[in-house]
């Protein structure tokens, strides 16, 4: 692949800094070693290092402190913790402000129906996108967040080759247990506090442009709360308690699976959308003035139907006409969504049983007031009012609360700032859904953070996952995206 | 194993007998092949034939056919069907009257985890029942219900190798599709109408003491009917279409779990114990006055107590001090069962989905006068009705309508007097909660059925099924239940 095969959208960015040493040298240098950070992203893509599973996760660790190593960082240490290491390093950089940039190297797992290619292949598929065809990378974690941690480390190796060292400080924190809702970090923080107290803003970079190539800067993150609720004839004293017996017994012997059923009924109405638990709604907060001035300028540049088409969802839960209404729900939708489910016979046929147990999983996404550790009592408040207090609540994972950075932060005021060079307006959004614990970082250091970056890549948590590396004329290939990083880092230097 | 190690109970009516050639020769010819008795018993239990898997049938039925002949069957032929072949044979007996047996030799899956030996190693193991120790063979299908086939066969054999015939003429029809819901069954009785329609009765062997020694009869079988019930965002229209999202889209996009739960909460109430579906229960027929006379005599005796505590069920779901009520209620029972359900992520940890669908498993078991055609339509009907037209419902294997006979028919009225003969003084149950395709012969033949036996087995459908060969006090041996089948035979013979 060409040189030039990677940069499309951006080159007038590149142009219009040809002057600017500081950053011309190590564009020049992303582009010549273009291939080699392809292979340095597809290196680490095909280390597995699936957390829910245990799955290579001491694997990737090491790997991500040789490539730390391999791009210039000092003081690489792989850290461990009472779970997965934290995987840390720095650079010293031109600048005297520091940047924390926060990695995570686990994925989840990758062993669902529906791959069309090898999950952990790595392989580079020709793709159709609106902008026309784009190379992209298949695999488990290339877009969440494996592929950007990766990208990031190549535009420190393209610094350090080039002018010596990066635009700003950097410490780099790479931890493996974001999956599981990140349970060692708060404590990593603690620990490592000294060293990490001298970063001025966090960061974590991500591929921010959707299909068609528009760009999204989300300015907080949801927290989130997973947890198993197991009904079981053992712990109700009714029903079978030890093994799923015969089904005609139905006529006089209870089911555990209908009551699962009975009371998941309690807890919600109108398909799961209306929350029924006392007090889940109490805690949250208005819109502040700031959410709803980006919420009016969002919805008026806001394309659902690119949203919707990428998930293969055909209508939105509210109607699609009000984006506004659309955006609030999304923004302030705290959520009781069923992961998964399970009980009894689930093969082929027609076995006849009454199960004994029916179990579920359940994630509570969170927004400003709600806490984490609040909600899971609140079930359980709720389901002992309701009679269902032989149903069993445990918590998996530990949660995260949301947290939310102004628009005002310099770090995000810098991440616009770069979004502009590289010809991208990026809406704005007051939070993404998904859920990441900047809460540790926030709460421990009281630093503010921005995240964000470039390029698109998709399908997290779903079959093919995948970033694009080669662009179209809609979506910056893999150079812009790691000139991008380059940018930002220089730009928050001199903020 | 010496041969009186297999009778305990019986040896009175042995005694009785004694002068009774007809009887005394078969009878010792029992005792003395007992040894090579257990052995074809754990021949037919080692091969697999697990229909809803499709594993090891078109073996399983060349082995029955085998043992056909073995044990002196002639005209033995394995029948073609548009499912599973049909095993079928005759004998020429003493008596001008003609019994048809009905044999299934397929049997449930045995993956299910829970089995303490294999479940297809017939182990011969020791087990504490209340009556003291037994010896018993732990194998899927030994208690439903290829140990009664095969003790019945060693029956036959024992009276072709004394007095050289059974006592009456017998038809021999075993078919591999009972637990598919016999789908082949009707074709095959019409096609072969003219050999079975000699037949006067229909009998089912199989081992009728419950763990305490207590002895069951039912004169019926329920009906039913099985389903799937789907919910997916592509039928709906709303909600992930093509594969799991991510979670966080919960907000805005509807979850075709939270429907199926939804969906399923109309149909029932009362942890599933009060069906909601209109007309469900419209054609259930009051009892008889036969049913009320022997519900009454049934709960002066009903050791509720014993048949919990097999199951591993603490309470029922109506109170245990009304026997009446109880016995009721498992006989007029038509039930809405979950048999299974699954949807999403059921894996270890906290993958955070948005499914795309969900699936259930539904039973449905028929009292009189409801008729399983008429079930699914049902069901239909009232999800439309409440608005859940997309949800699909997929009927999975063929049902069975129920079938009763009087306990006044002859063929009844042989084998109560068998259970008096061997000291057992049987329950008499209008029905049991299972289901058997009498109602194909009852239909097709106009022939009243009978099934039942002595011995003990259970836990049909659950790990470690077993069947009690050494019996104790409360229980009787293999000896005993194959000397109970010449006996019956004898005895419908005269009739």
């Given at each position: 692949?060409?040189?030039?095969?990677?940069t499309?959208?951006g080159?007038y960015?590149?142009?219009?800094m040809?002057?600017?040493?500081?950053?011309a040298?190590?564009?020049s240098r992303?582009?010549k070693?273009?291939?080699?950070?392809?292979?340095?992203?597809?290196?680490?893509?095909?280390?597995?290092?699936?957390?829910?599973?245990?799955?290579?996760?001491?694997?990737c660790?090491d790997?991500?402190?040789k490539?730390?190593k391999?791009?210039?960082?000092?003081?690489?240490?792989?850290?461990?913790?009472?779970?997965?290491?934290v995987?840390?390093?720095?650079?010293?950089?031109?600048?005297?402000?520091?940047?924390l940039?926060?990695?995570?190297?686990?994925?989840?797992?990758?062993?669902?129906?529906?791959?069309?290619?090898?999950a952990?292949?790595?392989?580079?598929?020709d793709?159709m996108?609106?902008?026309g065809?784009?190379?992209?990378?298949?695999?488990?974690?290339s877009d969440?967040?494996?592929?950007p941690?990766?990208a990031?480390?190549?535009?420190?190796?393209?610094?350090?080759?080039?002018?010596?060292?990066?635009?700003?400080?950097?410490?780099?924190?790479?931890?493996?247990e974001?999956e599981?809702?990140?349970?060692?970090?708060?404590?990593?923080?603690?620990k490592?506090?000294k060293r990490?107290?001298?970063?001025?803003?966090?960061?974590?970079?991500?591929f921010?442009?959707?299909?068609?190539?528009?760009?999204?800067?989300?300015?907080g993150?949801?927290?989130v709360?997973?947890?198993?609720?197991?009904?079981s004839?053992?712990?109700?004293?009714r029903?079978p308690?030890?093994?799923a017996?015969?089904?005609s017994?139905?006529?006089w012997?209870?089911?555990?699976?209908?009551?699962?059923?009975?009371?998941?009924?309690t807890?919600?109405?109108?398909?799961?959308?209306?929350?029924l638990?006392?007090?889940?709604?109490d805690?949250?907060?208005?819109?502040?003035?700031e959410?709803?001035?980006?919420?009016?300028a969002?919805a008026k540049?806001?394309?659902?139907?690119?949203?919707r088409?990428?998930?293969?969802?055909?209508?939105f839960?509210?109607?699609?006409?009000?984006?506004?209404?659309?955006?609030?729900?999304f923004?302030f939708?705290?959520?009781?969504?069923?992961?998964?489910?399970?009980?009894?016979?689930?093969?082929?046929?027609?076995?006849?049983?009454?199960?004994?147990m029916?179990?579920c999983?359940?994630?509570?996404?969170?927004?400003?007031?709600?806490?984490?550790?609040?909600?899971?009592?609140?079930?359980?408040?709720?389901?002992?009012?309701?009679?269902?207090a032989?149903?069993?609540?445990?918590?998996?994972d530990?949660g995260?609360?949301?947290?939310?950075a102004?628009v005002?932060?310099?770090?995000?005021?810098s991440?616009?700032?770069?979004?502009?060079a590289?010809?991208l307006?990026?809406a704005?959004?007051?939070?993404?859904?998904?859920a990441?614990?900047?809460?540790?970082?926030n709460?421990?250091?009281?630093?503010p953070?921005?995240?964000?970056?470039?390029?698109?890549?998709?399908?997290a948590?779903?079959?093919?996952?995948?970033?694009?590396?080669?662009?179209?004329?809609?979506?910056?290939g893999?150079?812009?995206?790691?000139?991008?990083?380059?940018?930002?880092?220089?730009?928050?230097?001199?903020?």
């Amino acid at each position: 692949m060409s040189e030039n095969s990677y940069t499309e959208v951006g080159n007038y960015a590149r142009d219009s800094m040809r002057d600017e040493k500081r950053l011309a040298e190590p564009y020049s240098r992303i582009d010549k070693d273009l291939d080699r950070h392809v292979d340095r992203i597809r290196r680490l893509l095909k280390q597995p290092s699936s957390s829910q599973q245990d799955i290579g996760i001491d694997k990737c660790a090491d790997l991500v402190g040789k490539l730390y190593k391999e791009v210039g960082a000092e003081k690489v240490e792989v850290v461990e913790t009472k779970g997965n290491p934290v995987v840390c390093g720095e650079c010293r950089g031109e600048s005297d402000r520091t940047l924390l940039v926060y990695f995570m190297y686990d994925t989840m797992p990758f062993n669902e129906p529906g791959w069309k290619y090898p999950a952990m292949g790595a392989k580079m598929v020709d793709m159709m996108l609106s902008g026309g065809k784009v190379k992209a990378i298949v695999n488990r974690g290339s877009d969440n967040t494996k592929g950007p941690l990766a990208a990031f480390l190549n535009s420190v190796d393209s610094c350090n080759k080039s002018v010596g060292r990066p635009p700003v400080n950097l410490i780099l924190v790479a931890e493996g247990e974001e999956e599981l809702g990140s349970p060692s970090l708060p404590g990593y923080i603690k620990k490592d506090k000294k060293r990490l107290s001298k970063a001025d803003a966090c960061y974590f970079p991500f591929f921010g442009q959707d299909c068609d190539g528009a760009s999204n800067l989300y300015l907080g993150v949801k927290g989130v709360v997973y947890f198993e609720m197991e009904s079981s004839g053992k712990r109700w004293g009714r029903g079978p308690e030890e093994f799923a017996i015969h089904s005609s017994h139905k006529a006089w012997v209870d089911s555990p699976v209908w009551r699962l059923i009975d009371a998941l009924k309690t807890m919600t109405d109108d398909n799961g959308n209306k929350i029924l638990i006392d007090g889940f709604y109490d805690a949250v907060a208005p819109p502040t003035p700031e959410d709803d001035m980006l919420i009016k300028a969002l919805a008026k540049r806001f394309d659902s139907k690119a949203f919707r088409e990428t998930m293969k969802v055909s209508r939105f839960s509210i109607p699609e006409s009000d984006k506004e209404a659309l955006i609030r729900r999304f923004v302030f939708g705290t959520t009781l969504n069923i992961d998964g489910i399970w009980g009894g016979y689930t093969e082929k046929g027609s076995k006849t049983v009454l199960p004994h147990m029916a179990t579920c999983k359940v994630d509570i996404r969170l927004v400003p007031n709600q806490e984490k550790d609040r909600m899971i009592p609140l079930v359980r408040k709720h389901l002992d009012a309701h009679g269902y207090a032989d149903i069993k609540l445990t918590e998996i994972d530990t949660g995260y609360d949301c947290c939310r950075a102004s628009v005002k932060e310099p770090v995000v005021q810098s991440i616009i700032s770069s979004f502009r060079a590289f010809g991208l307006d990026p809406a704005i959004w007051p939070t993404s859904g998904g859920a990441v614990p900047f809460y540790a970082f926030n709460k421990i250091l009281s630093i503010p953070f921005t995240m964000s970056g470039i390029g698109h890549s998709d399908l997290a948590h779903s079959p093919n996952e995948y970033m694009v590396v080669h662009g179209n004329r809609k979506i910056v290939g893999l150079a812009d995206i790691e000139k991008f990083f380059v940018h930002f880092m220089d730009g928050f230097g001199r903020a």
